[in-house]
């Protein structure tokens, strides 16, 4: 049998061309206005849960109506490249920040509203849902029954009990979102709800959030098919609006917001936190690098206040978590906050 030697008709791989593959000239984004809310609200329709999530939100609040309340944002949105999806785009977040994170809170006396990516990390569950060491692992088998292995029982009993507390005291609410638009319609709806708690209301923005996406008008229905439009797949995407100082300024005027600013280059880190807080003007931005996000970070304030929060190399090898050490400096501020107002 003869084997076809042939040469591909059209090139397939392109080669030195890494500048140029992402086109990045677009001008940076203004803060959104009035007028790109409405614009974008009007024009991206809100996910039909949408009613029945901010009933369930309502009526924890009620019962929380004089509690300290955080709206913890975790895990990553995705971008949709077609209507009925099959392919999106995603990003690295587990959500590992946000769920310790509410766990943290919880300890602090928080009631937790945790808007989470769709089966990213949880509170609690997180400790025996990674991926590298699945819940299997904990248990053994005993006399035709399931039990959890002694060497895990101590902990597990601690875990447990904390998130039987947190139930039946009904601190945490999950809410979970997928795509961009419906992380972007949810946070405004929860923010406009949780206006009467005034500055006892705390956003905690640890989602890693789309800077682009396809807009309506522009999406196809179907799936992308591989043939068709030659050998690229071009894609064109809209700068998702900078919402957060609609955050600060209109959805929750007196509530303490905190975000947090990601990089990988350590040398602009600090910059592009203190750009993000002079551009939205919200309290506080915790800074980090996707290579250290889990030993270190720093609290950029106002009038150029950088604090790092590191975990000691001794640290690091107890398993200590860095927010163990960043919620009590958080829940601190936002007391002072809560003071001032
Ligand atoms: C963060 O920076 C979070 O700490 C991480 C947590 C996403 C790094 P993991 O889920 O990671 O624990 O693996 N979140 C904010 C990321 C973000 O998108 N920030 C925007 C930005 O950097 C501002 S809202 O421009």
Redesign the pocket.
Known sequence: MELNRQPPPTRRFSTGERENAIDRTVPVLPPALEFDEHNYFDHNAPPEYLDGMTKQVQKFLDFHKHNRVVLVT???TTVPLENQTVRFID????????A?SAEYFLEQGYAVLFLHRQF??LPYSRHYSHSTHCFLDYMDERDGSVVVDPKYQEEMLSVLRKYQAARTKNLLLLLPFTTINQYLHTLRAISVIMQPLESRALFY?????S?FFIPPSRIPEHKIQSKGGGNKLVMDLDPVPKF?NRLVEKWAPSAMII?????TDPTILIF?AEQ?LERYSHQLV?G?L?QT??TE?VFVGPGQNHDWLRLSDEQQADGIEIECMIIPAVVKLHSQWINRR
């Open positions: 975790s895990g990553g990003n690295f977040s587990a959500g590992t920040r946000g310790t990213s990390l923005l640890a989602a890693a959030v800077d957060l975000s947090f600013k990601l990089e592009k993000a915790i980090n996707l996000r889990k970070v």
